[in-house]
């Protein structure tokens, strides 16, 4: 190679020096500004751990919203991945239009972040809205989405469930690229299709269902445009996630050190989990690794 | 162990396509049966259809004294090896090897028993706490056969097996199965094996009985010698054997065989043998079998065209009037010949002639049952 | 026996079994339909559970105000494009078209310079070695787990000193720097899966690595780069909280903000045009997807299983 070695660094320069200045001293600042007072007016303030301290004892908004995030993101993940898990299973058969079905279940993923779906989401489910109407036909009363403080999660949890789309084609691809003999070789042995479905089936899609996982709950435990347009948080703060509660207080109240207090503290819980989930990931992933024939 | 009867078997796809047409076969207790043939002639399709995992469009399956058709595969009393050994990537030896006898109920202490068993008889015991993609192509192989063997089944099927092997590691695994085979048998373990491959060497090599067949059908069921020495019709004649059989048309003429300008006598023997005289004949002489003449007499002449030196032995290939033909001679042979000529002299052994029926492709010449 | 094997007992299976064998098919075949049409009903039913929201909308953005109120169907008794005419004016002294401008002034060079930059960072990853290359990848994969909530506020006031607030430039210039780590790990693998067979060629020929990179590489990364540049585009479009946190002056609103602004304004019941304007913002999302949705299906999945 008469290449020096330093010239994959040089194509490498933009990503250092975007690294650098966007996430590594950013990163790095976010901690020391955890420790301060700062309005942007004058100049940080050291205070110590006065911003943690607060946050843990006296701020009740901080864990009505900590506790509404957990909630929110412990039952939209499992939910989200059944379901897509499931639709997959579906889906993976000699069927005519599987293409048709799958582009139709992916397209809510692509626009379900976006201000417009949200927008879409506080009119049909508000109370004389698309919902309500629905349910009125079938004889159910209308139901109070917007006002009661469990149906608001709900309906911001089924928001991001019906983007499960996403995940879905990568369970699928992962479903699809099973080895069919491996199917033959179990009925052979005498296992039944749940049986198969069980034993080699969800075994082999471990790997996928555990990179899925964390990139779900990451991405939940940040979830802002929907709480933040379809119900402001509320009612009751009931649906006040964290990103909100941040948002808040660096960008209302332009307390900055607070502010980065609790994105630390968010950011903690989601390395914590995400730890958790690795470290747990050696019990029960299975990678499999290339054939030596 | 049982025997395996299938009558009328066939298979049509999307109820235009035959591709299996109504084959019969009985293969006998213990007997190992090797479906052989070139890709495209069912004989994995077959061997689908008596594991189950194929639909059966008509006909019947027997193993021992049950009509099997529609049973799952996992109740037939069968088990296969696969050609890419289907071992199941996420659990180690062991546990593969029991995954069945687990599933049938057995007990945890009853499945490691058998398990160790097995493990004895095919070597692997190193090898049980590896999961699969850690092992070579023949240690895989290797469990693949413990996992069938390992539920005592009344037939064994292999699916082309060594396919995946490099060509060494496949004459050792060959000789591995036929004395496992052999074992199992003094033991009063045999099972009844079909065994499909497109490798006519292992063909040969392994089968008690070979059955050829070709697009769905089946050309003939005899034993090794047999099929050799009597081939039943032009395909068996051409694919067993290697080099391959020199075919030769022409036609029969009383009591001699002619073709283009030259006349070959076929001798008292063949001739009364031959049950019809067909107009479109061809001569069936394998290579080993057409010898350099060292005289005139009844010899044929053709043009040399090459040589292929295979070291103890030399292939001659030649034209005779036009017809591709090919000789084996010893090496020795080869130095003693006056290679400066290109034509050379050739003997068939009017022993092992045949003659077939161009058209129908029947060997006319056929011994009389003994 | 060396002729095809014939039965040597008399077989008589008798019509009996195989009646049995005909009718235990015609049993599988059966169940095997019936598990067809369980499959077809379920995918369908929620297929338009799914769906029917954006039908819903589509409708809706075509229909008046009353009748929005009124029933559940989606077919406007009464289409008009009162929705679509009212919106597209807004409240503001802009029309929807200048914010879809500003939106435009975004999308672009963000999808260049990240597609320019990945290229890049991706080439030095596959294909050459050099020191800390791999603390660098590790932190390729860092940034992409990584929650960004940690770095927003820093980065806010970084681009205060530096002046950008109120501009496009905090929008895109971190792409422009392959700060999007998602795309830099799929092109890198999809670039370590081609062999450098014709690169070693072209080393031959006497081509420098940039030269190579441009002639050889880059037309081989042409699916994953469409790819990119596909799904860039998507999310800028959806992109909300950035705008949010560094836009402040209407007339640079691109068009998710520019929807939120229309929610504040508009008077309560004069839904139509905020949901027309819904549906206009996510049409070009739309339109892209469907004409490029190999890409995108494809890019996802193969990124799905090696991650």
Not at chain 1, 244 to 259: N, S, T, V
């Amino acid at each position: 190679m008469t290449r020096t070695r330093s010239l994959g660094l040089i194509y490498l320069s933009p990503y250092i020096l975007g690294l650098m200045a966007f996430t590594a001293i950013p990163f790095l600042a976010s901690f020391y500004l955890s420790f301060t007072d700062y309005n942007l007016m004058q100049p940080p303030k050291w205070t110590g751990l006065e911003n943690y301290i607060e946050l843990f004892t006296s701020d009740r908004t901080f864990r009505r919203s900590l506790s509404v995030t957990l909630l929110y993101v412990f039952l939209t993940v499992p939910l989200k991945l059944a379901f897509a898990l499931f639709i997959a299973y579906i889906l993976n058969y000699k069927l005519r239009c599987i293409n048709l079905f799958r582009t139709a279940f992916y397209v809510p993923s692509i626009l379900g972040g976006s201000i417009a779906i949200a927008v879409l989401w506080r009119y049909i489910f508000a109370t004389e809205g698309l919902v309500n109407m629905v349910l009125a036909w079938f004889g159910i009363e209308p139901v109070n989405w917007f006002g009661d403080p469990t149906n608001a999660l709900f309906t911001i949890t089924l928001l991001r469930c019906w983007q499960f789309g996403s995940a879905m084609v990568i369970f699928l691809a992962a479903l699809q690229s099973i080895d069919k003999s491996l199917y033959e070789a179990a009925a052979i042995d005498g296992a039944s299709k749940l049986r198969s479905f069980v034993f080699i089936t969800i075994p082999l899609i471990t790997p996928v269902i555990f990179f899925n996982l964390i990139m779900q709950m990451v991405q939940a435990f940040q979830e802002f445009n929907g709480p933040y347009i379809i119900t402001q948080g509320g009612p009751l703060k009931s649906t006040y996630l964290l990103p909100l509660y941040i948002y808040d207080e660096a960008f209302k109240r332009f307390d900055m050190g607070y502010a980065s207090a609790i994105a630390w503290v968010l950011f903690l819980i989601i390395m914590a989990l995400t730890l958790v989930a690795f470290w747990s990931s050696k019990k029960w992933v299975f990678y499999a690794g290339d054939k030596r024939s | 162990m049982a025997r395996l009867q299938l009558r009328n078997l066939e298979k049509v796809y999307g109820g235009a396509f035959k591709a299996v047409h109504g084959i019969n076969l009985d293969v006998e207790e213990g007997e190992f049966m090797v479906l052989v043939g070139p890709s495209g002639c069912a004989k994995s399709t077959t061997l689908r259809m008596i594991a189950g995992l194929e639909e059966i469009t008509a006909g019947e399956i027997r193993i021992g004294d049950r009509i099997v058709n529609t049973l799952e595969p996992g109740k037939r009393g069968i088990a296969m090896v696969f050609q890419n050994y289907a071992l199941y990537p996420h659990m180690k030896v062991r546990t593969n090897l029991a995954f069945g006898l687990r599933i049938g109920g057995a007990s945890k202490a009853e499945a490691a028993k058998a398990v160790e068993e097995v493990a004895k008889i095919l070597e692997i015991e190193p090898l049980l706490d590896r999961l699969p993609k850690q092992l070579s192509g023949g240690q895989a192989q290797r469990v693949a056969l413990g996992r069938a063997l390992i539920k005592k089944p009344d037939v064994f099927l292999f699916d082309e097996p060594l396919s995946n092997l490099d060509a060494k590691l496949r004459a050792s695994m060959r000789v591995r199965i036929t004395d496992l085979h052999k074992r199992l048998k003094r033991e009063g373990m045999a099972s009844t094996v079909v065994y499909v491959t497109h490798d006519q060497t292992e063909a040969m090599t392994m089968g008690d009985r070979i059955c050829v067949m070709k697009d769905g059908h089946i050309m003939q069921v005899a034993t090794p010698k047999e099929l050799y020495e009597q081939p039943a019709n032009l395909f068996v004649a051409g694919f067993i054997g290697s080099p391959e059989m020199n075919v030769i048309e022409g036609h029969v003429d009383g009591s001699d065989f002619r073709t283009g300008g030259q006349v070959i006598p076929l001798g008292e023997a063949l001739t009364s043998r031959l049950s019809a005289r067909p107009e479109r004949a061809a001569l069936g002489i394998r290579p080993q079998h057409l010898a350099l003449a060292t005289g005139i007499n009844g010899a044929l002449s053709a043009q040399l065209r090459g040589v292929e030196f295979m070291g103890h032995e030399v292939y001659l290939h030649a034209l005779l009037d036009g017809r591709e033909v090919t000789t084996v001679a010893s090496a020795a042979e080869f130095e003693r010949m006056d290679r400066s000529l290109d034509t050379i002299r050739l003997l068939p052994e009017a022993a092992n002639m045949h003659i077939f029926d161009r058209d129908s492709g029947r060997n006319v010449s056929l011994r009389a049952q003994g | 026996m060396t002729d095809i094997s014939h039965a040597s007992d008399v077989f008589t299976a008798g019509a009996d079994a195989l009646a049995e064998a005909r009718r235990h098919q015609r049993i599988q075949q059966r169940r095997a339909r019936i598990s067809a049409i369980l499959r077809y009903a379920i995918l369908f039913g929620v297929g338009l559970v799914m769906l029917y929201p954006l039908i819903w909308l589509v409708g809706a953005s075509l229909k008046t105000n009353a009748e929005i109120f009124a029933n559940p169907g989606f077919i406007p008794r009464e289409p008009t494009t009162e929705g679509y005419v009212q919106g597209w004016e807004t409240s503001t002294p802009y029309t929807f078209g200048r914010f879809f401008w500003n939106s435009f002034l975004i999308i672009l060079p963000k999808t260049i310079g990240t597609a320019i930059s990945c290229t890049m960072v991706a080439y030095g990853f596959a294909r050459f070695d050099f020191p800390l290359k791999k603390l660098l990848f590790t932190s390729v994969i860092a940034i992409l787990l990584l929650p960004n909530v940690v770095t927003r506020i820093p980065q806010y006031i970084l681009f205060r000193e530096l002046g950008w607030l109120d501009s496009f430039l905090p929008l895109w210039v971190p792409s422009a720097m392959a700060g999007d780590a998602f795309f830099v790990f799929m092109l890198v693998q999809f670039l370590r899966a081609i062999p450098d067979d014709m690169e070693q060629a072209a080393r031959v020929d006497g081509c420098n690595s940039w030269q190579t990179l441009l002639f050889v590489v880059v037309p081989m990364l042409a699916p994953a780069l469409i790819s990119v540049c596909l799904f860039q585009f998507m999310w800028t479009m959806n992109d909300f909280l950035g705008p949010l946190i560094y836009i402040s002056s209407v007339d640079k609103y691109p068009v998710s903000l520019a929807l939120k602004l229309s929610i504040d304004t508009t008077e309560a019941f004069e839904w139509n045009r905020i949901l027309a304007m819904s549906v206009l913002t996510i049409t070009p999302a739309l339109a892209v997807f469907f004409m490029a949705q190999k890409y995108f299906i494809e890019g996802i999945s193969a990124g799905g299983i090696k991650g």
